[in-house]
């Protein structure tokens, strides 16, 4: 049996220097094709995405080009169409790669719903700002038309904010499960997963205007789907505390407690590595192996010689 991993790619990871054409974000995700069918041989994948810079496009689309005949689409929707759109790029980058080697392989993406529970606190203080930037005033029509939640967004405009719940499982998990056990590569939860409420007894699914965090997303799908590792994939090779400062250190291999003791003394940022963190260490006290690197290092840390890489 091959080890099975989940790997969780930032949405920025597609989007260099902040090139958001179709073309430019294809030609990114060339890399990461090359670099899954190398693994492939080895492993069992999965890949997880974020979504921020392109479902906040498909957003800005939505909102200025509505009509009373053609409205917005909601939020919950636009995941659905980030994951296809993601999900087209890389299957395509991944095939070909394996074209390239004159080889074929079964890939497809999956639409994924990930369940949050509608009590979970996130709703009550909406922190997520999506979408275009507005004028005061046109924050306050929103506001009064939508029952949108808009706050200040560091000085550069008013923006729309919406909940970032937990995940507490994911619809299509036996479907990603079956695909893994047909030797599927499988693109899923794409951008934290479309997120959506479950009824307690009917069981019936409804979509909910929020945002999940992918890492979270992708080690809950992690442990759904009983993967061997869990990846998030980022931008720097490594976690590092003081980052940038000059005593800046660098972390190699940790056990769960050392993980859960720097955290405690505030060395990871809640919009940087501590989601990262989080979701690595809840992974690792599964038993599995929690790791934290870039694309570049990847082959290497999945061997335990390079990344930041958090077990028991």
Same mark, same amino acid.
């Given at each position: 049996m091959k080890p099975r991993i989940v790997l969780a790619l930032g949405g920025n990871a597609l989007q260099k220097n902040g090139e958001a054409t179709a073309e430019a974000q294809?030609?990114?995700?060339?890399?990461?094709?090359?670099?899954? !069918?190398d693994l492939a041989s080895n492993y069992e994948i999965v890949i997880a995405h974020g979504n921020g810079p392109q479902v906040g496009n498909i957003l800005i689309h939505e909102e200025q080009a509505a009509t009373s005949k053609a409205p917005a689409m909601p939020l919950e929707t636009a995941v659905a169409? $980030?994951?296809?759109?993601? %999900? &087209?790029w890389l299957t395509q980058a991944i095939h070909n790669a394996f074209a390239k080697k004159n080889? @074929?392989?079964?890939? !497809? =993406?999956?639409? $994924?719903?990930?369940?949050? #529970?509608?009590? #979970?606190?996130?709703?009550?203080?909406? =922190?997520?700002?999506i979408g275009q930037f507005y004028s005061e005033k046109e924050a306050k029509i929103l506001t009064k038309e939508k029952g949108?939640?808009?706050?200040?967004?560091?000085? @550069?405009?008013?923006?729309?904010?919406?909940?970032?719940?937990k995940p507490i499982d994911i619809v299509e998990k036996q479907t990603i499960t079956d695909l893994l056990k047909e030797g599927v590569i499988v693109?899923?939860? %794409?951008?934290g997963g479309i997120p959506v409420t479950r009824t307690k007894?009917?069981?019936?699914?409804?979509?909910?205007?929020?945002?999940?965090?992918?890492? &979270? !997303?992708?080690?809950?799908?992690?442990?759904?789907?009983?993967?061997?590792? /869990?990846? $998030?994939?980022?931008?720097?090779?490594?976690? &590092?505390?003081n980052y940038g400062l000059e005593n800046q250190q660098k972390l190699g291999h940790l056990t769960v407690k050392d993980a859960k003791h720097l955290k405690k003394y505030g060395y990871f940022k809640a919009g940087s590595m501590l989601p990262k963190v989080e979701a690595a260490t809840? /992974?690792?006290?599964?038993?599995? =192996?929690?790791?934290?690197?870039d694309i570049d290092h990847l082959k290497d840390a999945l061997k335990g010689k390079a990344g930041t890489i958090i077990a028991k």
């Amino acid at each position: 049996m091959k080890p099975r991993i989940v790997l969780a790619l930032g949405g920025n990871a597609l989007q260099k220097n902040g090139e958001a054409t179709a073309e430019a974000q294809k030609k990114v995700a060339e890399s990461v094709g090359e670099v899954i !069918a190398d693994l492939a041989s080895n492993y069992e994948i999965v890949i997880a995405h974020g979504n921020g810079p392109q479902v906040g496009n498909i957003l800005i689309h939505e909102e200025q080009a509505a009509t009373s005949k053609a409205p917005a689409m909601p939020l919950e929707t636009a995941v659905a169409m $980030s994951q296809g759109q993601i %999900g &087209y790029w890389l299957t395509q980058a991944i095939h070909n790669a394996f074209a390239k080697k004159n080889q @074929r392989k079964k890939i !497809a =993406t999956v639409i $994924s719903q990930v369940v949050v #529970d509608k009590e #979970d606190p996130a709703f009550k203080n909406p =922190t997520k700002p999506i979408g275009q930037f507005y004028s005061e005033k046109e924050a306050k029509i929103l506001t009064k038309e939508k029952g949108w939640v808009v706050k200040e967004d560091a000085g @550069r405009g008013w923006r729309r904010v919406v909940a970032s719940p937990k995940p507490i499982d994911i619809v299509e998990k036996q479907t990603i499960t079956d695909l893994l056990k047909e030797g599927v590569i499988v693109v899923a939860a %794409g951008g934290g997963g479309i997120p959506v409420t479950r009824t307690k007894l009917l069981k019936r699914l409804k979509g909910i205007d929020a945002v999940i965090d992918k890492d &979270y !997303a992708a080690e809950k799908l992690a442990e759904l789907v009983k993967a061997n590792i /869990f990846v $998030s994939v980022t931008a720097v090779p490594n976690v &590092y505390i003081n980052y940038g400062l000059e005593n800046q250190q660098k972390l190699g291999h940790l056990t769960v407690k050392d993980a859960k003791h720097l955290k405690k003394y505030g060395y990871f940022k809640a919009g940087s590595m501590l989601p990262k963190v989080e979701a690595a260490t809840k /992974f690792a006290e599964t038993g599995g =192996t929690g790791i934290i690197t870039d694309i570049d290092h990847l082959k290497d840390a999945l061997k335990g010689k390079a990344g930041t890489i958090i077990a028991k």
